[in-house]
């Protein structure tokens, strides 16, 4: 079945520190990828998203991802973190069958910034 | 409108109780979803609609859920004789091109069953 999986639950960077999530899937075509950023009692934002083509993309806030087909992964990755990147990240996966399509979440990862 | 709009943005409601959740997606937006988010759970799909047509229902956790789109616009997801376990927010999506599953949401319907 297809799936998305985040290993990591939880992550604390310092502000300033270069940052990589990663985001594993499972699915037998060619994916439609994406990351999604939620901050506290918000809803989901679109960071960035991959359809095919560069497998680097870039996205808002600064942020990047590389799709790595032979690892079937697509890590989020930024330079350098904000204290505003605080939120919790969901990679996802887009699933089409029978006429109907959704997405795919991962668990997320919640991102904490040290000061 | 601009985005991706839900209301209530909070309910409380009292175990036993039917609700009711809107949803107001992005003008011109064919696909509309629902997904629940709860902790422990992660992001859960309920359900998909193609104008009104509801082509996938498989999230749907029990016959106490439905939910309707009218106009090819708003949707309402309704959840009868409610129960705690139904506590979670309520996410609503939409999207404009079909074939990429890349959907904006709305801030959420925050659910508590007292």
């Known amino acids: 079945a297809q799936s998305v999986t985040q290993p990591d639950i939880h992550i604390t960077v310092s502000e300033g520190a270069s940052l990589e999530l990663r985001c594993n899937y499972s699915?037998?075509?060619?994916?439609?990828l994406f990351w999604y950023v939620q901050s506290p009692g918000q809803g989901l934002q679109l960071l960035l998203k991959?359809?095919?083509?560069?497998?680097l993309v870039q996205g808002i806030k600064g942020f990047e991802a590389e799709f790595k087909r032979s690892q079937s992964s697509f890590n989020l990755r930024k330079p350098s973190v904000h204290w505003s990147d605080a939120a919790e990240y969901f990679c996802?996966?887009?699933?089409?069958?029978?006429?109907?399509?959704?997405?795919?979440f991962g668990q997320g990862t919640r991102l904490t910034i040290n000061p | 409108g601009a985005g991706v709009s839900q209301s209530p943005s909070n309910k409380v409601t009292e175990k036993g109780k039917d609700v009711e959740l809107r949803c107001d997606p992005i003008?011109?937006?064919?696909?509309l979803y629902w997904y629940r988010q709860s902790l422990g759970q992660g992001l859960e799909f309920l359900i998909y609609?193609?104008?009104?047509?509801?082509?996938?229902k498989s999230g749907l956790p029990s016959d106490r859920f439905s939910a309707e789109r009218t106009g090819g616009s708003v949707s309402t997801l309704t959840i009868q004789r409610t129960q705690q376990e139904d506590s979670a927010v309520y996410l609503c999506?939409?999207?404009?091109?079909?074939?990429?599953?890349?959907?904006?949401f709305g801030q959420g319907t925050r659910l508590t069953v007292v």
């Open positions: 999506a939409s999207s404009l091109v079909l074939g990429t599953a890349e959907a904006f």
């Open positions: 699915y037998g075509a060619t994916p439609y």
């Open positions: 991959y359809f095919s083509g560069d497998t």
């Open positions: 996802a996966v887009g699933l089409f069958f029978q006429g109907a399509q959704k997405l795919v």
């Open positions: 003008s011109g937006h064919t696909a």
């Open positions: 609609f193609q104008g009104n047509s509801a082509p996938d």
